[in-house]
């Protein structure tokens, strides 16, 4: 079973709103992740926020950790056209197992 | 440094057929591990190694084997093709276990296509 669920499943903004994608997980965890996948191509690392950090920025991205909720949100500032892709989730619970949700796919208008 | 590479890049197959999926990272990572991405799905993990010579299952380990001889590869062996397997298959490395706070470094993927 999988351990992320994201919300929304797709998005679609114009070039310069702001994405918001949020991620739900069911049990504790030592970190999370989170990848951006464009299409037909591999997983690229975005940011990572250990259990104990509620905020980090990177860039014009900018994630959230809620324990207590067991979620998190991907903020995108000013969008661009080449932020299309799908977005996921990923948790570890101190195992050696990184487990994905099942993505927020993004698109972004011109 | 290629970073991770996968091959083949497509790859149709009979059911009933085996093959081995190739995944070699260049990085001196000990970690690696293999996922399969299907629509709406996400990606499951399906092996993982957290050195050379050691290897464990993850979600969905039926009808695949693996094995790391080496730190630099960690191939994915689909023992007797099934339709269920058709999938797209990405293999990651990264230089310690997800648990250390390490990011992912991901191939390119393998389509497969089981017929």
């Known amino acids: 079973s999988q351990q992320g669920e994201e919300d929304p499943q797709a998005l679609s903004i114009q070039e310069g709103e702001n994405a918001t994608m949020n991620c739900s997980y069911k049990?504790?965890?030592?970190?999370l992740q989170w990848y951006r996948q464009n299409s037909g191509r591999g997983l690229v690392h975005l940011i990572l926020i250990r259990s104990n950090e509620r905020e980090k920025h990177s860039g014009r991205l900018r994630v959230t950790l809620d324990t207590s909720k067991k979620s998190s949100s991907l903020l995108i500032t000013a969008s661009r056209a080449a932020d299309t892709a799908s977005y996921f989730c990923?948790?570890?619970?101190?195992?050696?197992?990184?487990?994905f949700g099942t993505g927020t796919r993004l698109q972004v208008f011109p | 440094n290629a970073g991770v590479t996968q091959t083949p890049k497509f790859q149709v197959l009979k059911t009933g057929q085996s093959m081995t999926l190739q995944c070699a990272q260049d990085m001196n990572h000990e970690y690696m591990s293999w996922y399969r991405q299907d629509p709406g799905m996400g990606l499951r993990l399906i092996h993982y190694?957290?050195?050379?010579?050691?290897?464990d299952q993850g979600e969905v380990p039926n009808g695949y084997n693996v094995s790391r001889s080496t730190t630099e590869d960690f191939p994915l062996r689909l023992l007797s093709a099934a339709p269920s397997q058709t999938s797209v298959y990405f293999c990651?490395?990264?230089?310690?276990?997800?648990?250390?706070?390490?990011?992912?470094?991901f191939g390119p993927g393998t389509r497969l296509t089981v017929l």
């Open positions: 990923a948790t570890d619970r101190g195992t050696d197992k990184l487990i």
């Open positions: 049990t504790s965890i030592n970190n």
């Open positions: 190694s957290v050195g050379a010579g050691i290897t």
């Open positions: 990651a490395s990264s230089h310690r276990t997800p648990s250390s706070y390490n990011e992912q470094f």
